[in-house]
């Protein structure tokens, strides 16, 4: 490839009107003559005396993102380069890359720091799964949040051939044989610290209505069958549709008529006469995937108590679209159920005990959800550290304002906090069984869940007033701190409202105090 052709400052000032227009950014050289008249703050913007011919860099980046000068038809615009000088803004990095921006990444992974907690194939693992991330899923993350349309079907099968999908569940039997991202991880070592990082990192693109279209329902949907189906082939079938990806799943609980009360579904689900089949009556709402589903584990109230079933879409099963603040992408749906027939071979667990296979699953669900919220907070304390660093305001930095530095130092101790708590309890889940789980941490759970989303919420508020206007703006250098803060308040309602979960962290301590505790 032929070196970039060298200017002068000099040569380059000679440009600059219309119809001959050149500027600098970052020392490229841009003829931006045709652009120009295309540009949408328009023409005059470019042809000011402080811009037409002159280096345009700290004015560039003062309006847009550095990923901006990638794309092919500003790429297009290069002429040659500044003899002399060297571009001081990196806009391409390595797909594993980690950010020097303090705060930006998790002390574990961030140059010089340590951690108890993660080995070095936690390490290598964590670099393996952004390398993906970066490389497969963001883009079609960006996409999809733009246009609202179900993930792609060529992206989700790239993740199925990697084992991406099956790493939602977490560690177990479901692992055996999978070829983890090209061996990274023996599937029998893979534990609760492999898993937080593959859902941290798949939570940092700023596309939060993607971060539940990429298949979170399988998440929250598929465990019940992994662990209730009442015969092999049944399980089998459905975990090996839906872990290839091939076909879709969605947890299917909450009601207009219920949500945080479980008890008071009203969904019914009657059986037929000659005890072979299932009758299901009643609509779901708020369904994360359900638009484009193919099963619904689905709470259905029988003669006695709750009943989980497995029901497939067939006939009198439709579905709607729910406009809710995030990108259609997540597949929100309204479900209808009418009178539809389901073999009891569908039952999921014991009958008029479904609440046990229901609680059974909060927990890795509000787990996961924390873990994926913290990432999302931590890339809103990166966009305001650096937008502080890099923003002019009264003729200083704006980190040189003492109220900025305020709000960057709360949202900083919130998100490292979160962080560390999130950590403590992965811990203990590598420690105890699943059963002990239920006992032990449903309580722990249900308060980091809450402080989280309280905490990320709080940050939110921080972070659209250091990025003022642009942080109401859906696109441009704001885009993730809008998104951040329309979005903020999904995670303390998802999974079980945060006031719930924070009194049932404290009603489990009150059952665990020691009968002669006294001041």
Request: proline share 4%; net charge positive; hydrophobic share 40%.
């Amino acid at each position: 490839m032929a070196s970039p052709k060298s200017f002068t400052l000099d040569e380059v000032a000679k440009h600059n009107k219309v119809g001959d227009l050149w500027i600098i950014v970052d020392s490229k050289v841009y003829d931006i003559t045709k652009f120009a008249a295309l540009h949408p703050g328009g023409q005059h913007v470019l042809t000011t005396p402080n811009i037409a011919g002159k280096d345009a860099t700290e004015a560039f980046f003062a309006l847009h993102r550095k990923d901006v000068l990638d794309k092919p038809m500003y790429k297009r615009l290069v002429v040659g380069a500044i003899e002399n000088q060297q571009p001081r803004i990196l806009t391409q990095r390595a797909p594993d890359a980690i950010s020097n921006v303090p705060y930006a990444e998790p002390m574990a992974f961030s140059p010089g720091y340590h951690s108890p907690f993660y080995s070095d194939n936690h390490r290598k693992f964590h670099r393996s799964v952004r390398a993906f991330a970066m490389e497969v899923v963001k883009p079609e993350a960006q996409a999809r949040e733009e246009d609202g349309k179900k993930i792609s079907q060529g992206v989700v099968d790239k993740m199925a051939n990697v084992g991406w999908l099956h790493m939602r569940l977490g560690p177990g039997k479901h692992l055996h044989g999978v070829n983890i991202l090209d061996g990274v991880v023996k599937p029998e070592e893979f534990d609760y610290f492999h898993e937080l990082i593959y859902h941290q990192e798949t939570s940092r693109f700023g596309s939060r209505a993607f971060n539940d279209g990429q298949l979170s329902g399988l998440t929250i949907g598929l465990p019940p069958v992994l662990n209730y189906a009442k015969t092999a082939e049944l399980k089998k079938r459905v975990c090996d549709e839906v872990l290839s990806g091939k076909k879709y799943i969605s947890l299917a609980i909450t009601e207009a008529f219920a949500g945080s009360d479980v008890a008071g579904l009203q969904t019914t689900a009657v059986k037929t006469d000659d005890g072979k089949f299932w009758i299901i009556n009643g609509t779901k709402k708020w369904i994360t995937n359900g638009m484009f589903s193919d099963y619904f584990t689905t709470a259905c109230r029988t003669k006695k108590g709750l009943t989980v079933i497995l029901i497939p879409r067939t006939d009198g099963v439709e579905t709607r679209p729910i406009k809710t603040a995030y990108s259609s992408t997540a597949g929100t749906a309204y479900v209808t159920f009418d009178n539809v027939r389901v073999p009891v071979e569908n039952t999921l667990g014991e009958e008029e005990k479904g609440l046990k296979v229901i609680l059974s699953n909060f927990n890795h669900e509000r787990w996961y959800i924390a873990a994926a919220g913290v990432a999302l907070h931590r890339l809103a304390v990166e966009e305001c550290l650096t937008w502080a660093y890099q923003r002019q305001a009264f003729g200083k930095p704006l980190y040189e304002q003492a109220v900025i530095r305020s709000r960057l130092a709360n949202m900083i101790t919130r998100v490292e906090a979160s962080q560390s708590w999130l950590e403590q309890i992965t811990y203990q889940m590598t420690k105890i069984t699943y059963d002990e789980q239920s006992d032990k941490l449903a309580g722990p759970i249900g308060l980091l869940k809450m402080f989280i989303t309280k905490t990320a919420r709080e940050s939110a508020e921080d972070a659209q007033i250091i990025f003022g206007g642009r942080g109401l703006t859906q696109t441009g250098l704001g885009k993730y701190i809008e998104m951040f803060h329309r979005t903020s308040g999904f995670d303390a309602i998802l999974g079980g409202v945060e006031d719930v979960l924070g009194d049932l962290g404290v009603r489990q301590a009150m059952k665990k105090m020691p009968k002669d505790a006294r001041l």
